[in-house]
């Protein structure tokens, strides 16, 4: 979330997402995690907008260290599926795994919850990040 709330119209949330995208925007979030120390794995859930990762995730990856941790994302998409989302993270996260995430496609998701359910055991989280 941020500060600025996004218009409830669909539509319109995609307009404003084109617009952030468009101005390499770093909207200021409604709060900031005050600590990750503890957690060596990040699972964000979040839209596909303009077929990267919503901008508020940008300024998130920004304030914060990310060598020795894996972050997982999944998306939820009517279309795009990870689009350049994971590169993105990458580049904003450097020193951290990023694993493939979990794209759920459509409005109504329709098999979602099976892939949803097989998706944790490809991931080998068992290996350790790159320092």
Do not use: C, H
């Amino acid at each position: 979330m941020t500060v600025r709330p996004w218009p409830d119209a669909y539509d319109e949330r995609v307009k404003a997402a084109r617009i952030e995208r468009n101005e390499n925007a770093r909207p200021e979030p409604a709060s900031r995690v005050d600590s990750l120390a503890d957690d060596v794995v990040v699972y964000p859930g979040l839209p596909n907008w303009r077929g990267t990762v919503p901008m508020t995730l940008f300024v998130f990856l920004e304030q914060d260290d990310f060598p020795g941790r894996t972050v997982v994302p999944f998306r939820a998409s009517n279309g795009g599926a990870m689009g350049r989302g994971e590169r993105d993270i990458a580049s904003l996260a450097p020193g951290a795994r990023v694993p493939r995430g979990l794209p759920a496609r459509g409005s109504g998701s329709s098999g979602a919850a099976d892939a949803a359910g097989k998706w944790p055991a490809g991931l080998d989280l068992s290996r350790p990040p790159r320092p």
